[in-house]
């Protein structure tokens, strides 16, 4: 390619073809004819001295530098969508729709939000949790924060917390020299399991050096956040996601040098179906995602000052 770079309504339609994977149904967003999506499309490809579709009997088709080419595209767009609302405030209109776990909302999500409305007065939120989530249309999430392993198709996601989680005991607990057999003695007591997180027992066990089915949890809960009131009661032990663990960590007591990396984490994503992510969409996951960096680096200094004598135990293999 030589000169400048290609008109702006090339690369739009470009992504806009991308990501309904046919000209058809992007010349219906655009308001132009599938012949003039195919001629714009054309003209970028000839620009640009490569194919970016092959094109198929029914639609088209990324090729190799298509895929190479379209995150490119689409951030620059998303990058001018975000800076526009930031210097001339987000348009008025429906309310963004931000689903999560009902434990990530409670203790995480929900005690910032000021300060995001605080930067972005014009940007309303509708936080939902997932407790709820099937009662809304999905088309209609605007941002979605999910825990697991990442493994969900067709989304554009990015991590905000570490795949980490730590045992938490009641109040006063006393771990002595061998943190380990102390809080084997508690979970044969009382361990706790969280709904979804149905192995993390066993590999903390196969961490330790025992057998998988060595921890047999006793209770059970269905989100982190009533795991961690029944510990703080005094019932059992269990294993938290260790982000969810921080408002609770004065009133509970943690076995000193055990934490279990995995597989598990929490996950923004932009859904990506027949319509780009709103700028509001855009805006609030880049926030997102420079508050929990700023979280994460707290938290491993923190981390580092009060545990630097501690030697934790070798993470479970994946």
């Known amino acids: 390619m030589t000169g400048s770079l290609p008109p702006a309504q090339w690369l739009h339609t470009f992504a806009v073809a991308a990501r309904h994977s046919g000209f058809a149904a992007a010349a219906d967003e655009l308001g132009l004819t599938p012949a003039a999506v195919s001629q714009q499309v054309r003209a ?12 198929l009997p029914r639609g088209v088709r990324l090729t190799e530098m298509g895929r190479a080419y379209l995150p490119a595209v689409r951030r620059a767009f998303e990058d001018l ?20 776990p009902l434990s990530f909302a409670t203790l995480r999500l929900a005690p910032r939000l000021a300060a995001f ?29 999910r825990y697991g392993d990442g493994r969900w198709p067709s ?24 943190p380990a057999a102390a809080l084997l003695r508690l979970a044969d007591a009382g361990a706790i399991h969280i709904t979804g997180c149905e192995d993390l027992w066993a590999r903390l066990a196969r961490q330790l050096g025992l057998a998988e089915d060595r921890i047999r949890p006793e209770h059970a809960a269905d989100t982190s956040l009533v795991a ?10 269990a294993l938290i996601a260790r982000d969810l663990m921080q408002s609770h960590a004065a009133r509970l007591s943690l076995p000193p040098g055990i934490t279990l990396v995995h597989d598990q ?16 969409a855009v805006l609030f996951r880049n ?28 993470p479970t293999s994946l």
Not at 81 to 100: D, K, N
Not at 228 to 237: D, I, K, S
Not at 265 to 280: F, G, K, T
Not at 287 to 314: H, K, N, Q
């Open 44 to 55: 970028l490809e000839q620009r640009l001295g490569f194919a970016l579709f092959d094109r």
């Open 81 to 100: 969508s975000v800076a526009t609302s930031g210097l001339f405030g987000a348009p008025s209109g429906p309310a963004l729709v931000v689903r999560a």
């Open 117 to 145: 409305r605080a930067a972005h007065p014009r940007v309303a939120l509708r936080l939902c949790t997932s407790v709820w989530g099937d009662d809304i249309d999905e088309d209609r999430v605007d941002v979605d924060i």
């Open 155 to 178: 989304e554009e996601m990015a991590r905000l917390t570490d795949p980490v989680s730590v045992p938490v005991c009641p109040p006063g607990t006393a771990f002595g020299a061998d």
């Open 228 to 237: 961690l009131e029944m510990v703080a009661a005094g019932l059992g032990c």
């Open 265 to 280: 984490a929490h996950y923004v994503l932009l859904p990506r179906r027949r319509r780009a992510p709103s700028a509001s």
């Open 287 to 314: 926030w997102l995602l420079d508050v929990f960096r700023c979280d994460g680096a707290e938290a491993g200094a923190l981390s580092m000052r009060t545990d630097a004598a501690l030697r934790p135990l070798p």
